[in-house]
């Protein structure tokens, strides 16, 4: 685990994670709210509730970049949450200078949840509702994480890197 700084998480501070589609954000923000006793706000699922449909039918009806405004919108209302929150941020969040920007500006305490892209090929396979990966999944991660690593390293203020672990120990390293 590579930290940028030693400031843990403040009691009034939200917690984001970042990372690559299959990472485990979702799974590990639920374990670590579990075990801060915070809410979980997971971005695809705030996209999928406003918008009444899912990511998969927002990318094929309205395209990418529909989708990416809903998801700076949904990041922003997740930031702005008086209650200190676990936030699980869509993988492709860091794509906006815009939300690079909010959460540079929130205080929030932002962990990068760092994955090989073979780790992430074998975890992803038979997830349907990642339209990004329909074409050449292999392909397209180590695309994904070739042109997004230097925006997860500007956002992140620790880095927690997962191959080869369980997510009860990603949770442990992210609680660190």
């Not at 930031?79 to 969040?93: E, K, N, Q």
Request: charged share 30%.
């Amino acid at each position: 685990m590579l930290f940028r700084s030693v400031r843990m998480i403040a009691p009034d501070q939200h917690l984001v994670l970042v990372g690559l589609m299959g990472s485990g954000k979702s799974t590990v923000a639920r374990l670590v709210a579990d075990r801060l006793h915070r809410p979980v706000l997971d971005s695809d699922e705030m996209v999928e509730r406003r918008t009444g449909r899912t990511v998969r039918d927002i990318f094929s009806s309205d395209g990418e970049a529909a989708f990416r405004t809903i998801e700076t919108e949904v990041l922003r209302e997740a930031l702005d949450s008086a209650t200190p929150c676990i936030i699980a941020a869509a993988g492709g969040v860091v794509l906006s200078e815009a939300n690079r920007q909010l959460l540079r500006d929130s205080g929030a305490r932002v962990v990068w949840l760092c994955a090989d892209p073979t780790t992430l090929v074998e975890r992803v396979k038979g997830g349907g509702h990642r339209p990004l990966l329909d074409a050449d999944p292999e392909g397209t991660l180590r695309h994904m994480f070739a042109t997004r690593e230097h925006l997860y390293r500007e956002v992140a203020d620790a880095i927690v890197l997962v191959d080869g672990r369980t997510p009860a120990e990603v949770t442990e390293a992210v609680l660190r």
